[in-house]
């Protein structure tokens, strides 16, 4: 067994102790699931000793990195809590800088341009007129709205990347008290989609959004990876996990997908402003809450910043980037992501296509984008008032 088979079957193992005992999954998509019997489950200390012996057998770079990133989130699963620039470089791949004051502002600014071109006002309704102007669809509709939206976005998609892989779509519905409102994850050529009753909502817009996120960011590129894995003994471990170095593309590459592919749809465009400009309002929290700074305090920046947002949110959101140790790294990912990709738009034609295409065959790293784009930002920022 290669030492990249050894981390697959250790990861494996230890995904099977996490669920038996009802915490989150290791494993999000397996690009190459095994045929044979699945290993007997490992608890944690076990699966960390055993990746800590893997490190000096592993040559490749990239199966060292995931070993890091899974070390890591050992580490803080069993109690350690290291600074966060420390604990995203280790699991994510990039810094934790932030982005300064006068940047979110910015985009907040352009977000609120958005806006004002479909008559929504910005304030404590902000959201709910929006969803308002963007038209709401049944929560029983939305599944096959969703299936429709991706079969007309798909071609678009697919002469974007390059991908002639097939998968296969299953949309289910649940409701917990979570942070989500969609998830996908699968094995293969097989993709599922869970839509969380509890926090989705659904509109004209956000149906057409989630399947560019959903089904056709995270549900396609998987499967292309995953086809890639079948045919070609590839060097890199063939497990997503969310506390790994592969989530910033991931997260961010779906955020940002109508930027490449529908740049025209005024109300889609509008909700990656938005979103962008949220993302990085939440990174201003994720990182004062992990500087020490008082509940009052980011309190009363979140208010500011967005006055739609409901104490629950907000009590949520410093409560998951500071308490929990899968969230505190993998949301992260979604501004680092967002921001990154947001900019990639601007590049040349050649660029893009480049990095769309890279996407879609290979899980890359922070580094691996930096490399296809060095002209590029920083990935996680170039620093904060709030660091």
């Given at each position: 067994?290669?030492?990249?088979?050894?981390?697959e079957?250790?990861?494996?193992?230890?995904?099977?102790?996490?669920?038996?005992r009802?915490a989150p999954?290791?494993?999000?998509f397996?690009f190459?699931?095994p045929?044979d019997?699945p290993?007997t489950?490992a608890?944690?200390l076990t699966?960390f000793?055993?990746?800590s012996?893997?490190?000096a057998?592993?040559?490749?770079?990239?199966?060292?990195?995931?070993?890091t990133?899974?070390l890591?989130?050992?580490?803080?699963?069993?109690?350690?809590?290291?600074?966060l620039?420390?604990?995203?470089?280790?699991t994510q791949g990039c810094?934790?800088?932030g982005?300064?004051?006068e940047?979110?502002t910015?985009?907040?600014?352009q977000?609120?341009?958005?806006?004002?071109?479909l008559?929504?006002g910005?304030?404590?309704?902000?959201?709910?007129?929006l969803?308002q102007a963007?038209g709401?669809i049944?929560a029983?509709?939305?599944?096959d709205?969703?299936?429709q939206?991706?079969a007309?976005?798909?071609p678009?998609v697919?002469r974007?990347?390059?991908s002639?892989?097939?998968y296969?779509?299953?949309?289910?519905t649940?409701?917990v008290?979570?942070?989500?409102?969609?998830?996908?994850?699968g094995?293969g050529?097989?993709v599922?989609?869970?839509?969380?009753m509890?926090n989705?909502?659904f509109?004209?817009v956000?149906?057409?959004?989630f399947?560019?996120?959903?089904?056709l960011?995270?549900?396609l590129?998987?499967a292309?990876?995953?086809?890639?894995c079948r045919?070609?003994d590839?060097?890199?471990v063939?497990l997503?996990s969310v506390?790994?170095p592969?989530q910033?593309?991931?997260?961010?590459?779906?955020q940002?997908?109508?930027?490449?592919?529908?740049?025209?749809?005024?109300a889609?465009?509008?909700r990656v402003?938005i979103d962008?400009?949220?993302q990085l309002?939440?990174?201003e929290?994720h990182?004062?809450?992990?500087?020490g700074?008082?509940i009052e305090d980011?309190?009363?920046?979140?208010?500011r910043?967005?006055p739609?947002w409901?104490?629950?949110r907000i009590a949520?959101?410093?409560?998951?980037?500071?308490?929990?140790?899968?969230?505190?790294?993998?949301?992260w990912?979604?501004v680092?992501?967002i921001?990154?990709?947001?900019?990639l738009v601007?590049a040349d034609?050649a660029?893009i296509?480049?990095v769309l295409?890279?996407a879609?065959?290979t899980?890359l790293?922070p580094?691996?984008?930096?490399a296809?784009?060095?002209q590029?930002?920083t990935?996680?920022?170039a620093g904060?008032?709030?660091?």
């Open positions: 067994m290669s030492a990249r088979d050894a981390v079957h250790t990861l494996r193992a230890w995904n099977r102790h996490e669920l038996d009802g999954a290791v494993i999000d397996d190459l699931p045929e019997d290993p489950p608890d944690r699966t000793e055993r990746l012996e893997l490190t057998e592993v040559q490749d770079p990239a199966v060292l990195k995931r070993i990133a899974d890591a989130y050992l580490r803080a699963l069993m109690g350690e809590r290291p600074p620039d420390v604990y995203i470089r280790a810094s934790a800088a982005w300064p004051t940047y979110v910015a985009k907040g600014e977000a609120r341009a958005c806006l004002d071109a008559g929504v910005w304030g404590e309704t902000t959201i709910t007129d969803a963007e709401h049944d029983d509709a939305a599944p709205a969703i299936r939206a991706a007309e976005y798909e678009a697919r974007r990347t390059g002639s892989a097939p296969e779509l299953t949309v289910e649940t409701s008290d979570a942070y989500w409102a969609y998830w996908l994850d094995a050529q097989q599922r989609l869970r839509l969380n509890r989705a909502t509109t004209k956000q149906v057409r959004q399947a560019l996120h959903e089904v960011g995270h549900g590129q998987s292309s990876i995953a086809t890639r045919i070609e590839v060097p890199w063939r997503s506390h790994g592969q910033i593309l991931l997260e961010g590459l779906a940002a997908m109508p930027l490449f592919v529908s740049p025209d749809d005024e889609l465009i509008s402003r962008h400009y949220l309002v939440r990174a929290l990182l004062a809450i992990n500087a700074t008082p980011c309190v009363r920046h979140a208010r910043r967005v739609w409901s104490n629950d949520g959101t410093l409560t998951d980037r500071s308490t929990d140790p899968l969230l505190r790294t993998y949301m990912a979604y680092a992501g921001d990154w990709f947001a900019n601007e034609s660029t296509g480049q295409e890279a879609y065959r899980p790293t580094a691996d984008l930096e296809l784009w060095p590029g930002p990935i996680g920022g904060s008032s709030h660091n």
